[in-house]
Every structure is written in C-alpha cells, then in structure tokens.
C-alpha cells in the first residue's frame, strides 16, 4: 500500500513539472475532433510512464515480480514513451510510430516467452508461431486503441484507474501477487495524474 500511494504521489509531482514544461512547447489546440475549448497543455503521460516503468523495476529489485517481465514493461513501455513524446513535440509518420510500436511488442512478448498458448476455463489452446503474430497484433491495437481516448477530460486516466483495479482484484485473487502488483501500480500512477486530467483538464497524456 505505502509502494502505491508513494507512486500515485510521485505521478502527480511529475505531472505539475511536465504541466509547467509543456505551457510553453506543447499545447493541444481544439478543432473539429477535439472536445476541449481551449489550448491545454499535453504531454502529462511522461510523467505515468515514468512513474510506472521505474516501479516496476524496483518491484523486480525487491523481488516482487520476475526480472524478466520488468525488463519486457520497461524496455518496451520506454520505447512507446519516448516516440510518443518526440511525437508531441513534432509530428512523426505513422510508419515511424508503427515501427516502434511493432518492436516494442516484439520486445515485449521475448521477454515474457511469447505467447504459446491461450487458456479458455480449465482447456489450453497450444498456439505455437501463431501466438507470437497473434500477441504483438494485440499489444499494437490495444496502444492505438488507447491513445484514441485521450483528448477527454478524466477518460483515459478513469480507464486505467478502473481497469488497473479491477485487473487487480483479479489477479490478488488467482493468487498472482506481482501482476497485481503491476496492475495496481498502473491505477495509482493515473490516480496522480487524474487531478490534473479532470473536467476541466489542466493536462493531457499526450502520445
């Protein structure tokens, strides 16, 4: 609990100093797809991104979760971090973010050993070469499908608050106490950042 609310803390401090940095280089301006009125500051992911990858290594240093599944979040949450930061400050092409994003994955599922089966109730579904193309699809979708719901006050940040918890709850239950750590580790680095995202918002996650 003390790891948790250290994080939510540490989240917010970080969003205040990504907020008075991005005044002045990182405004998002409203157009026609934008529910926003006025320019807001964006770029307030950074300080999530942060927050939730240098936990998860300490949580790894305190032998919490496996080393391996510490390097597979932070080496592959720090490449998406990094072009989507670069892409707030300049737009890249979309070639650029896709590869990025498809080698982050690729990182990823390595680190974790793939994904060679699905378990559907007490059944296991042996996937083989399939699971690999199957996961680094699923983890690109689900980064776009995520990023698409920034831009309205509190939604992003509600959504990994709520599914963080839930997510955590679940695996406490199933007896995965470091995924629960993660999970919940994800809820309270929104949770900081939440303040500064609620109608109206004072900052945006940005890419």
């Not at 290594?57 to 919490?64: E, F, S, T, Y």
């Not at 680190?111 to 060679?116: A, H, Q, Y």
């Not at 997510?167 to 999970?183: D, S, W, Y």
């Amino acid at each position: 609990l003390a790891f948790l609310i250290a994080a939510a803390n540490l989240s917010w401090v970080l969003a205040r100093r990504v907020r008075l940095y991005a005044l002045d280089r990182l405004l998002d301006v409203p157009n026609g797809r934008t529910s926003h009125k006025s320019p807001t500051p964006r770029g307030g992911g950074l300080a999530i991104a942060v927050t939730v990858l240098g936990g998860a290594i300490v949580a790894a240093m305190l032998g919490w979760i496996d080393w391996n599944l510490a390097i597979a979040l932070s080496g592959g949450g720090a490449m998406i971090a990094t072009v989507g930061f670069i892409d707030d400050h300049r737009s890249l092409t979309a070639l650029t973010r896709f590869a990025v994003q498809f080698l982050s994955a690729g990182w990823g599922l390595y680190w974790v050993g793939g994904l060679r089966s699905l378990s559907i109730g007490e059944s296991t579904l042996p996937l083989g070469l399939v699971g690999i193309a199957l996961g680094v699809i699923g983890i690109v979708w689900a980064i776009n499908l995520y990023n698409f719901v920034d831009g309205i006050d509190g939604l992003a940040a509600g959504e990994a608050i709520t599914t963080g918890m839930i997510g955590g709850l679940i695996l406490l239950a199933m007896g995965q106490i470091g995924l629960a750590t993660v999970a919940c580790l994800i809820a309270a680095a929104n949770l900081g950042f939440l303040p500064l995202n609620w109608a109206p918002a004072k900052l945006f996650m940005g890419d």
